[in-house]
Nanobody, 115 residues
Framework: QVQLVESGGGLVQPGGSLRLSCAAS????????MGWYRQAPGKKRELVAF???????NYADSVKGRFTISRDNAKNTVYLQMSSLKPEDTAVYLC?????????WGQGNQVTVSS
């Protein structure tokens, strides 16, 4: 089992920045991938970004150049630095840990971009 605890998120004005964190504990074995999905009301769940244990990254086109994902393997923690935020980035952001097709999820954090 893997437990994920998310932090960060909140309300920010358009153009602002936020950082999400997600700390994993439990059966943290390699290889694995961590990342975030987001879910906005009335929209499909969208993969935002992920990072492998070897620090290979992938981003949704909608966030490329604005979001940066990173991880600290010593702390089993992944970070999502979000900059130049737009109202359309408003969503619940869900951290995940994946290994060989098995996924664990964080509790989700609301990110609201509004003036």
């Amino acid at each position: 089992q893997v437990q994920l605890v998310e932090s960060g998120g909140g309300l920010v004005q358009p153009g602002g920045s936020l950082r999400l964190s997600c700390a994993a504990s439990g059966d943290i074995f390699s290889p694995n991938t961590m990342g975030w999905y987001r879910q906005a009301p009335g929209k499909k769940r969208e993969l935002v970004a992920f990072i492998t244990i070897g620090n290979n990254t992938n981003y949704a086109d909608s966030v490329k150049g604005r979001f940066t994902i990173s991880r600290d393997n010593a702390k089993n923690t992944v970070y999502l630095q979000m900059s130049s935020l737009k109202p359309e980035d408003t969503a619940v952001y869900l951290c995940y840990f994946g290994r060989y097709g098995v996924y664990y999820w964080g509790q989700g954090n609301q990110v609201t971009v509004s003036s």
